[in-house]
Antibody
Framework: EVQVLESGGDLVQPGESLRLSCAAS????????MGWIRQAPGKGLEWLAT????????YYADSAKGRFSISRDNTKNTVFLQMSSLRPEDTAVYYC???????????????WGQGTLVTVSS | QSVLTQPPSVSGAPGQRVTISCTGS?????????VHWYQQLPGTAPKLLIY???NRPSGVPDRLFGSKSGTSASLAITGLQAEDEADYYC??????????FGGGTKLTVL
């Protein structure tokens, strides 16, 4: 069974940094791209970042460029989201998801974790 | 303002058919990008319903249909049931912005 489990969410102050982790199991992790998506309270889904299976190719939404960094450790079946200079508007549930599809333009997210809550407030 | 436009809400009585539209542009759906659909029940993670425009993962009932034409796509749900009440999102790849979600549609079963 495919499982994706996020961790690292916390209450932080504006300007601080935070690293989220996502542990995956039940599939050949090194062969699949992974992504991060967030959902602010009462709002819709917002894609943030995607990383290729080999960790070399990364893609970011404009809202994440320059402040967020996605990475992965294929030896530990884990993907990370490093977030810096956090703002109150970054408050959201952050989801990690396994990607499926044969080409970048055809990627979609087929298995999602339950999410981890990040709250940015003074 | 989402790159993909969905109606904020739709409703239908049990047993009826409802459709949810997802309107894009020449940089996403109109460029040939596939459309995928998700269901999100309150307090839970999104669940994949349709991938590649019209394919259902195992376990998704055949009451759900996806279609795509031009710069738009639709999710149809027939034989509406109380358990279908949820938020629904479309997803596609935009050549300018990366992956983009629709703003979401709240389905109410009357």
């Amino acid at each position: 069974e495919v499982q994706v489990l996020e961790s690292g969410g916390d209450l932080v102050q504006p300007g601080e940094s935070l690293r989220l982790s996502c542990a995956a199991s039940g599939f050949s992790f090194r062969n699949f791209a992974m992504g991060w998506i967030r959902q602010a309270p009462g709002k819709g889904l917002e894609w943030l970042a995607t990383i290729h299976d080999d960790g070399v190719g990364t893609y970011y939404a404009d809202s994440a460029k320059g402040r967020f960094s996605i990475s992965r450790d294929n030896t530990k079946n884990t993907v990370f989201l490093q977030m810096s200079s956090l703002r109150p508007e970054d408050t959201a549930v952050y989801y990690c998801a396994k990607a499926a599809g044969y080409t970048v333009g055809a990627y979609y997210f087929d298995h999602w974790g339950q999410g981890t809550l990040v709250t940015v407030s003074s | 303002q989402s790159v993909l436009t969905q109606p904020p809400s739709v409703s239908g009585a049990p047993g009826q058919r409802v459709t949810i539209s997802c309107t894009g542009s020449s940089s996403n759906i109109g460029a040939g990008s596939d459309v995928h659909w998700y269901q999100q029940l309150p307090g839970t993670a999104p669940k994949l319903l349709i991938y590649g425009n019209n394919n259902r993962p195992s376990g998704v009932p055949d009451r759900l249909f996806g279609s795509k034409s031009g710069t738009s796509a639709s999710l149809a749900i027939t034989g509406l049931q109380a358990e279908d009440e949820a938020d629904y999102y479309c997803l596609s790849y935009d050549t300018l912005s990366g992956w983009v979600f629709g703003g979401g549609t709240k389905l109410t079963v009357l």
